[in-house]
């Protein structure tokens, strides 16, 4: 297992983990969350991948900035990484609200370094409207989220990290998730919260799965919307159907096995 500090704009660094040799997979976490989340594809993963985990600006072992808490500066962190790592014909995995900074490095890098795109449980519009079902709420919910958030997301991931698991969790269990979640700076959490909740990929999210294989694993909960909108946008990309948000933690035997397979599909000139 190798560390890396990679610097990025802004006069700050990101923590990396980097394992194995073979096809990268890189993962991005979710929202608050830092590479730790990851462990169980780090470890099962890299004995025929190389596997590369990080914490996020702000998250984690990577320094807060006041500035460039916006998922298109995360967008060109990704880049920064993949440049610096010289990584080709790359995986990327993306949870959750880390899509947007998948999303985001497409839109300004395109996808000539990518070889492919998992997107776990995340609409390319997290916010629901008349015109997009698949969503995280409408405006009203996601601006009442927002609120919650302007005295620290502590109290707000609680409530929520138990939905993300379909099972009963121990005690342990969830003080590492919610630890891994308490990582992340208030103000940085707060910013990308509002950021993620307007943001609108769904050009994106057409174009890589015309592109590259386009891989989604979505939740019981989003499982028809979310075959509604791929069917009809995305009709060449795969669709994965999982009890829960999160997983790849709660079931990571059976979702490294998919991965896997996702992984030996296409490449760069597919």
């Known amino acids: 297992m190798k560390t890396h500090s990679i610097a990025v704009a802004g006069n700050t660094t990101l923590f990396v983990r980097d394992a194995g040799e073979g096809r990268p997979l890189l993962f991005v976490p979710g929202w608050t969350f830092g590479h730790d989340v990851f462990g169980a594809q780090q470890a099962g993963l890299s004995d025929s991948h190389r596997v590369i985990t990080y914490d996020p600006r702000g998250t984690g072992r990577s320094p807060a900035t006041l500035m460039g808490n916006t998922y298109a500066q995360h967008g060109d962190d990704l880049a920064a990484l993949i440049e610096t790592l010289e990584l080709d014909d790359v995986i990327v995995v993306a949870w959750s609200y880390g ?34 079902g698949w969503g995280e709420g409408s405006a009203a919910e996601l601006s009442a989220y927002l609120g919650m958030l302007r005295g620290g997301h502590a ?88 009890p829960s948000h999160m997983m790849f933690w709660e079931f990571p035997d059976r979702f490294n096995q998919d991965l896997r397979a996702f992984a030996a599909e296409g490449g760069n000139g597919s």
């Open 155 to 242: 109290e707000f991931m609680s409530g929520y990290a138990p939905t993300m698991i379909s099972r009963e969790t121990t005690a342990e269990e969830m003080d590492r998730i919610l630890a891994s979640s308490q990582s992340t700076e208030p103000h940085v959490a707060w910013a990308l919260f509002a950021d993620g909740a307007l943001a609108d990929w769904r050009e994106e999210a057409r174009a890589i799965a015309r592109a590259r294989p386009y891989w989604n694993v979505v939740s019981e909960g989003h499982k028809d919307a979310a075959s509604a909108w791929l069917s009809e946008n995305a009709p060449a990309g795969k669709l994965s159907v999982y």
């Open 99 to 132: 899509s947007n900074a998948a999303y985001a490095y497409l839109r300004a890098h395109g996808h000539d370094r990518i070889g492919g795109l998992a997107i776990l449980d995340e609409s390319p519009k997290p916010m629901r409207d008349a015109e997009m």
